[in-house]
């Protein structure tokens, strides 16, 4: 059993050395869950496939109005992938940058925290008074 003497002690070592370790592990998981998410690096080495590896196939032979179809229908899909990739490499970037000035921001609240409270409750004693 803690004494109260002391609870604000351990109060001050959670909130300073505990949570704040477990918080910065966090938030590099975090990170890599959104890099994970929106697949940036695998979109960044398929950007020009075809999407959804639809594409047409050319049978051989000596058919070109066949093999401009093939060509046509390859390159519009390559196109699709390149257009949909790119619209989640930008997401996903912005989305991770949003992230990664998020945290910080959050770990400076983090901070001001407990002395900001204990300001308010000396700003509300004193205009009780």
Request: glycine residues 6%; charged residues 10%.
């Amino acid at each position: 059993m803690i004494s109260l003497a002391v609870l604000p002690l351990h109060y001050l070592y959670w909130h300073y050395l505990l949570a704040w370790r477990d918080a910065w592990r966090l938030y590099g998981d975090v990170l890599w869950f959104v890099a994970r998410f929106f697949s940036i690096i695998p979109s960044i080495k398929t950007w020009l496939s075809p999407w959804r590896r639809l594409g047409e196939t050319y049978s051989g032979g000596l058919d070109p109005a066949a093999w401009f179809s093939a060509v046509i229908v390859n390159l519009l899909m390559r196109l699709v992938g390149a257009v949909a990739r790119t619209a989640l490499i930008v997401v996903g970037v912005l989305v991770w940058l949003l992230t990664l000035i998020t945290g910080p921001a959050v770990g400076l609240i983090w901070l001001v925290l407990p002395p900001l409270v204990l300001v308010l409750l000396g700003v509300a004693l004193y205009l009780l008074i």
